[in-house]
């Protein structure tokens, strides 16, 4: 049976860990605050040493059991973590992770991440996981459940919120959890320990003019490709680093390609995203009507591409030595990082233009 958010954090608060935890959903705050929350744990009962593997493309699932085999020189513990983006390991990995589970090692913990999922990503693997630990499904909040988190996010922050201020913040953003996040912790900072009024709100939201990715993201969907690119620029000029605002842009696109892919149901997958709130539908009926689900797949594999180069896994050096350009090659990939990022949203904004864009 799969374990509530809630009693997960509650579970960790006393005993041992379980071999195996599964957390999942496509609420990346809740799911990385949760994994956090398992790392600390993890790191206060003796699990000193933590071995990533991310799953991409051609894993090696083979990893997963040297891994659990593997033994340290400095840590009796071990932490392994299993970055599964996608939720779905196919048949080779979900059979890895089936074998794992049914032959944990003693102290060691298996921590399986996925950014993606629903009832179709369950299958022998989640059951396995779920024999030997414990399965945390992450969903949405629904909107009439963002003000209670709101409110009992900023208790926890020292803040007293006016249900006011807590009904402003929840419609300025719009259910996105990590722009309320990032505003709660600006109020912690600059208020600590005060009450916040509806006045005090206001003041900060009218002082918080700089751009945000949540923006960039509706009007590159809206296919408004030259509020994108403004919001590209002003976000690039604050210094804001690539990979966050890329894996929120991700996040949209794979919503878009599972929109795309439902073929005559539209209404029914729109209904099924909870896409909140509603007036947002409108920029996805917009997108979906001018891009196929082949483009936004190709969308998709050019924020793949971005995210290689900004990690520095991409084949720009050979080029980049070619040219004679001998300086500093990490500013170079990072100047080339936002022109893709800026042809991708244009891409996103103007599905037409895309095979140019993209190719």
Known sequence: MATPLPAFH?????????????????EHLLVIEAADALRARAKALGYLE??????????????LADAGRSMSLFASRKLIELRLPTGKPGREGGAAIVEYCETAPADNVLLITANDWSSKHEGAWTK????????????????????????????????RPTP?????????????????????????????????????????????????????????????????????????????????????????????LRLASAGGNVEAALARERIWPKARESLFRRALKNGDRAHWERCIDQAGRIDRIVKGR?????????????????????????????RLVVAIASPRRAEALLA
Do not use: C
Not at 10 to 26: F, R, T
Not at 130 to 156: F, H, S, T, Y
Not at 316 to 340: C, H, I, Q, T
């Open 50 to 63: 933590r071995e990533v593997l991310d799953v991409e493309s051609g894993f090696d699932w083979n990893r």
């Open 10 to 26: 509650k579970q960790l608060s006393s005993g041992e860990l379980k071999p195996a935890y599964l957390i999942a959903g496509a």
């Open 314 to 342: 991409d084949e720009l050096a050979p080029v980049y030595f070619s040219l004679g350009k001998m300086p500093d090659l990490g500013a170079w990939r990072e100047a080339n990082a936002w022109r893709e990022l800026e």
């Open 164 to 256: 006011d201020a807590i009904a402003l913040l929840a419609g300025r953003v719009e259910g996105n959890l990590l722009a309320a996040a990032q505003e709660i912790d600006k109020l912690a900072l600059l208020h600590a320990g005060g009450t916040i009024d509806l006045e005090t709100l206001e003041a900060s939201v009218a002082d918080d003019a700089r751009y945000d990715v949540f923006r960039l993201a509706d009007a590159a969907i809206g296919g408004d490709a030259g509020r994108a690119l403004h919001i590209v620029a002003g976000l690039r000029a604050e210094g804001e680093e690539l990979i966050p605002m890329l894996g929120w842009l991700l996040t949209q696109l794979r919503l878009l």
């Open 128 to 159: 396995a996981v779920e024999r030997a630990g414990v399965v945390v499904p992450v969903w949405p909040l629904k909107p009439n459940e963002l003000p209670d988190w709101i409110g009992a996010r900023m208790a926890a922050r020292g803040l």
